[in-house]
């Protein structure tokens, strides 16, 4: 158990430092691909660095390190934790164009929700999405690309065994001390082992920021899922259907995050509460979202 346990520390040590490395050594000229239309987000610029923390696909190199816990899942009153690391990287790749890739890897803790103990430890199924952005937006701000589904799960009860494409946008506006944005995505398995359900999926997290002084802000982002091979109703499922009920989680809530440094280290904070007005039978009724994200702006010049 003990060697398992420094196996699961290990693979994300690497990812990190596979992420880490190149991202710091990659020039991504220049760092910010809005230069013509706003001022380049410097490490002396919190308010500009906040701002872009709220922008998926800002250019700003990030590594989010983000974990839900989510609380009374089964009879038992379990608790699932999520932990995901999700390095963004954005790559200029015309004078127009940027690429941004956003890669989420989940390490699950899935207890077991027939028992009030016991559970399975692991790597959940990657979820990588690419997004096609402009190097020079107008007010809205906006990209569109593929998002990915991949069965790296180490165990059956941590991921989906399929693998799953389908589109996502990501869309938001940033007036004044605000941002108000969505991201939306659908994926439909194409491959995959014949023993597990379809997939055919939808997240959508809608996010709301105010900036206030030093860095703090108030914000949501909850994230409604829908399964669409989930039955509506309670009626029996079959076909390609998974469990009967529960076809869509709807949260709300929110919470306070703030840019500041840890030493050299820009840092951005968050600490999030979300109950679920609507969920699956058996699921978590409510949870809490902890975030602190790695972030690497342009060194001003000169320095």
Not at 105 to 128: A, C, K, L, R, S
Request: aromatic fraction near 10%; hydrophobic fraction near 40%; charged fraction near 10%.
């Amino acid at each position: 158990m003990i060697k398992r346990r420094y196996c699961f520390l290990l693979g994300p040590g690497i990812f990190l430092f596979t992420v880490l490395l190149p991202a710091q050594e990659t020039s991504v000229p220049p760092q910010n691909a809005q230069a013509t239309s706003a001022p380049a987000v410097t490490m002396s610029d919190t308010d500009a660095l906040a701002k872009a923390t709220q922008n998926p696909v800002a250019s700003l190199i990030s590594v989010p390190l983000q974990n839900n816990s989510n609380f009374a899942v089964g009879p038992y009153n379990r608790t699932q934790d999520i932990f995901n690391i999700q390095p963004v990287v954005p790559k200029r790749i015309s004078e127009d164009w940027m690429l941004i890739t956003r890669v989420i890897q989940p390490i699950v803790w899935q207890p077991y929700t027939t028992q009030d103990q016991g559970g399975e430890v692991g790597f959940g199924d990657m979820n990588p999405t690419f997004f096609l952005s402009p190097a020079k937006p107008g007010r809205l701000i906006w990209g569109v690309g593929p998002a990915i589904g991949i069965p790296t799960a180490t165990s059956t009860l941590l991921g989906q065994g399929k693998l799953s494409f389908g589109p996502s946008v990501v869309a938001l506006v940033q007036p004044g001390h605000w941002t108000f944005g969505a991201l939306v995505n659908n994926v439909f398995s194409v491959v995959g082992s014949s023993h597990r359900p379809s997939v055919n999926q939808m997240t959508l997290q809608y996010f709301i920021t105010y900036n206030l002084k030093k860095g703090w802000n108030i914000n949501s982002g909850p994230i409604i899922a829908a399964n669409w091979h989930n039955k509506a109703s309670g009626d029996a499922a079959d076909g390609d259907d998974t469990t009967a009920g529960g076809r869509w989680t709807i949260p709300y809530g929110g919470g306070v995050g703030r840019v500041t440094r840890m030493g050299f280290q820009p840092v951005n904070f968050s600490v999030n509460f979300y109950g679920n007005a609507v969920h699956p039978p058996g699921a978590s009724p409510w949870g809490m979202r902890l975030q602190i994200a790695l972030l690497f702006p342009q060194k001003p010049k000169g320095k």
